[in-house]
């Protein structure tokens, strides 16, 4: 079992930047692939950004790309997104989410594909 919490969440202007952290604690013995999602009212969860195990690949979704960068520090078990650029339309809760499928390379960007989900962190953009 993996335990997720998120941290980083706030309230900005728009333009501005945040930085979520998500640490894992509990059975992180596999090389599991992360992922950023987020949910807006009324709006069903959508993918923002995936890594994998050793932090070679990556994924965006196309309305954060050249504004977000996913990383992870697998020695602290924790992962990261730099949110920069920031819109109103960015306001959302942001979830973090590891999967069980192992592999150094592996990510993924399908919702489904991911196994073990924190409790989220919400994420405000005033205009």
């Known amino acids: 079992q993996v335990h997720l919490v998120e941290s980083g969440g706030g309230l900005v202007q728009a333009g501005g930047s945040l930085r979520l952290s998500c640490a894992a604690s509990?059975?992180?013995?596999?090389?599991?692939?992360m992922g950023w999602f987020r949910q807006a009212p009324g709006k069903e969860r959508e993918f923002v950004a995936a890594?994998?195990?050793?932090?070679?690949?990556?994924a965006y979704a196309d309305a954060v790309k050249d504004r977000f960068t996913i990383s992870r520090d697998n020695v602290k078990s924790t992962m990261y997104l730099q949110m920069n650029s920031l819109k109103p339309e960015d306001t959302a809760i942001y979830y973090c989410?590891?999967?069980?499928?192992?592999?150094?390379?592996?990510?993924?960007?399908?919702?489904?594909?991911?196994?073990?989900w924190g409790q989220g962190t919400q994420v405000t953009v005033s205009s």
């Open positions: 989410a590891a999967t069980s499928q192992s592999g150094r390379s592996y990510y993924t960007a399908r919702i489904n594909d991911y196994d073990y």
């Open positions: 890594v994998s195990w050793s932090g070679g690949n990556l």
């Open positions: 509990g059975r992180t013995s596999w090389s599991y692939a």
